[in-house]
Structures are given as structure tokens and as C-alpha cells.
């Protein structure tokens, strides 16, 4: 089920009234109510896969349950063991199985030997890489003993299906969001105004800002060999633009309904294309996810402790293996190794904490954040492309610089008005996303203005009758 979907518009206000009105104060009916519409919300899209879902949430219960009542370090390995083997088996098997074998059958064909494989029609569930990782966290808080297990399967169901974010995050920590299924919400107008106000902004990004750059950025990458500079240029910007409008307009929606419940998630997004320097951008992009490899994975390797060498051998790991979360191409995996070659001379030079602490902005930063927004844009073009072959005539055509001409934007009346509605609404996002910056807020505060204009825009630009899939409903 779609945010931007008129069966979501039936959905949610029905969910609220029964949430607050039929169920007010029974915080089991509530947290009940909570997991039946998150299985309505995912099973919507194909109920099959609600058995997945399902049997992550019962191994990882009865993982928790058994992790506490053990204290044999062999014993509690085996258990999260279990853990990772079952929730990596299925994100495996679903997202990776065709990726290795047709890798494997290609790599023996580049040295003359061919081999028949054999993959399968598998498709992929949606989220399964959001809700995969957010039960992790859970068994192995358990394992570091950083975590208590829930004795409510329902609490504990609830929290790994809440259907605001289950299939495009935050990637929530159980330890975050868990003990707020354990405590009684109290409706507040302030949260849930704020709730609104988000879902509004959020809805921006995504019908105004994202779909609409989605209009010229997708026939621009199936074919770059036929567009001028000037137009590549131009798309691999609209997708820079697209692919920030989709994923932070998502989790903006999924904060803000979230807010409507009584729950609070975790900031996903703090202007990323306000960054000085690759290291202040993974700090400020898909939060959740960055700060999760930290944690579960840059950490436990060893992170920042020891030889350069060492540091230099877990951020490359870091980012390969985000690229390769991010899905089953060697695209990904290119875009992961970019930005950790990027991200090498901060590290060498020890200046990846540079602009840690600093908010403040002078004119070398401006100069530092067009760098860094050029350098992003340039290894996004790997990211969204279907195939490095692609990606390469991409890039080999707009470093040509054959020609400027922007004429596939303003081919005809009807395409200059998008276009020009499209640049305007970027426009408009960057400005106001500038503001907060200046202002130092990392959440949106929207006045009884601006609301009124967001509205307007989403009722007038809104690509409503071509409604357009998340981008990372696909991994």
C-alpha cells in the first residue's frame, strides 16, 4: 500500500479512529490494532509474503527468550547464530540467489568456459532489508547483554511490523522503538500537529519534487547515448533531487504518522546536500542505515582503533557492503567502492571529523558543499543506472560536452511547464532546507503558510495519476 494512494487515504484515518477513539486507553487493543493494520498494510502489496515477516518475528522471540536464560558463551553464540543464519538466509535466497549465480556463470565465461546456471523467477519482498536489520538489532542487543527480551510476542510483532516505516525505514533499534509499545500514549495536539506537518512536507518531496524529476530522469537513463551534455547533466541533477525528494519525503511521512500514533522514530534525513565533505554526507544521509553498519559492523571490526591500514580495510568494507545492501547489481557495488575512494582522503588526512561539530557556514563552505553535492551527483549516476555499461556511456557522454542544448526539456509547451515546475519545486525544497539549516533545526517547522503553499502545490503539481513506487521499496 502506497502513501501517495487513495487506499491509504482510507487507511490511515481509520486506523486513527479506531486507535484513539474505540481503543483509547487499552494499550494491548492498541498495540493489537497496530500489528493486524500492519499486516493488512504489507499483505496489501501480496499477502504471501506476510509468512516471511512472520517467521523472522517468531525465530528472533524465541531467540531473545532463549538468549536470556543462558549464560554459556558457546550456547548464546549458537542462538545468534540462529538468528543471523535465518534472517540472512531469506534476505539472501530472495535478493542475492540469481545475483551470484549469473555472476558465477559470467566470471567462467570471461575465461572461455561456459557453464549453464540456473536462476530462478524470485521476487522480492518488499522491505525485507528494512525489516531484516531491525530484528537483528534486537538479538544481538540481547547477545551484548545491552538489551532485556519482551516477554509480549504481540509488543514485540508489533514493533518489527509498525507499518509507518516497515518497508522503507528508519531502520529502527529495538531499544529505541520496543519500549514505546510498553508504555501508554496520550494523545497530544502538539506531537500530532507536528505529525501532520511532516506527512505534508513529506508528501512534497515525493508527488511534487521526486515523481515529477522522475518524469525526465528515467527515459534519460535507459538511453544516455541519446541525450547532449547539457541534458545528462541536467538528469543526473533532477536524480540527485528525485532519489532525495522519494526516500527523505518517505520517512518524513513515516515520522509523521508515526507522531500520530504516540511514537517517536529516529531523524533519517538532516540536509545532506548541505554537506562539506563526504563524511558530514554519511552522517546526514540515511541515518538509520549508516549509523546501523556503525554500529553492528564498522565497530565490531575494529573501527577507527589501530593502523591506518586497518581504518582504510573496515571503510572499505563499509561501504561495499552498503552498496551491496542497497541491492543485487554490480552497480551498487561501484557506487559503494566510489564513495569509500572519496572517502579516503578525509580519513589519510584525518579530517573526516572536520565538520562534525561545525554549523556554521562561510563562503569556502559554500564552495566545499558544491564540491561534495558534484562528487555525490557524479557516483549517483552508477546508483540509478541499470548496468555499469550504462552507467559508463553516462558518464563518457557528459564528459564530452558535445553540446548544451536542454531540448528534450523544452521540446514543447506541455514538457517546458513540467520542467520549469520541476526546477521550481527543487528550488523551493533547497531554499526552504537552507533556512532550517541556518536556523539550526533538524526538523521541519511548518508555519500555517507554508502549509497552505505545500498544499496547494501537492492538489496543483502533484503526480497523482501516475502513482510512482518508492525507490527503495526495492531493496
Known sequence: MLFNSLEFLLFLPTVFVLYWFVFKNQLRAQNILLLVASYVFYGWWDWRFLSLIVLSTAIDYWVGLQLEKTAESSKRKLLLGLSLTANLGMLGFFKYFNFFVQSWVD??????????GTTLE???????????FQTLSY???IYRKQLQPTKSFIDFAAFVT???????????RASHLLPQFYKKRVFQYEQAAAGVQLIIWGMFKKVVVADNCAFFVNPIFENPAAFSSGELAVGMVFFAFQIYGDFSGYSDIAIGISKLFGFDLMVNFKFPYFSRDIAEFWRRWHISLSTWFRDYVYIPLGGSRGSKGFQLRNVFIIFLVSGFWHGANWTFILWGLLHALLFLPLLLGNWNRTNLASKSYGWLDVLKIGTTFTLVCVAWVFFRADSLSLALT??????????????????NNAYTLLFLLSVLAIVILSVRELLWVLQKRETPYLNRYWTLFLLLAIFFMGSFKNQMDFIYFQF
Open 139 to 141: 538479538t544481538i542487543d
Open 107 to 116: 566470471a567462467w565465461a570471461s575465461v572461455g568456459v561456459t557453464m549453464q
Open 122 to 132: 524470485i521476487i522480492l519482498p518488499v522491505g525485507i532489508s528494512f525489516y531484516t
Open 162 to 172: 509498525f507499518f509507518p516505516q516497515l518497508v522503507a525505514g528508519p531502520i529502527e
Open 394 to 411: 553516462y558518464l563518457e557522454q557528459l564528459s564530452s560536452l558535445d553540446s548544451f542544448s536542454l531540448r528534450f526539456f523544452i521540446k
